[in-house]
Nanobody
């Protein structure tokens, strides 16, 4: 069983930045790929970003060039740096590892 705990969400004005963190339990973190997803009210869960165990990354089209995913294996933590936030980025952001999900952290962007 893996536990994922997200943090760093909050409210920000459009154009602002936030950094989300996801801390994972267990001792195999460095060998795993992790991803961020998000879900806005009334919408399906959407892929945001992924980082592999080799530090290769991939992004959803709507966040390319604005969001950056990174990891610190010494802290069992993956980060999502979100810049130039837009109102459409408002959602609950979830960390995903194998078949496990975190509880989510709310991001609200106002104009």
């Amino acid at each position: 069983q893996v536990q994922l705990v997200e943090s760093g969400g909050g409210s920000v004005q459009a154009g602002g930045s936030l950094r989300l963190s996801c801390k994972a339990s267990g001792d195999t973190f460095s060998t795993k790929s992790l991803a961020w997803f998000r879900q806005a009210p009334g919408k399906e869960r959407e892929f945001v970003a992924l980082i592999s165990q080799y530090n290769m990354s991939a992004y959803g089209d709507s966040v390319k060039g604005r969001f950056t995913i990174s990891r610190d294996n010494t802290k069992n933590t993956v980060y999502l740096q979100m810049n130039n936030l837009k109102r459409d980025d408002t959602a609950v952001y979830y960390c995903f590892l194998e078949q496990f999900w975190g509880q989510g952290t709310q991001v609200t962007v106002s104009s």
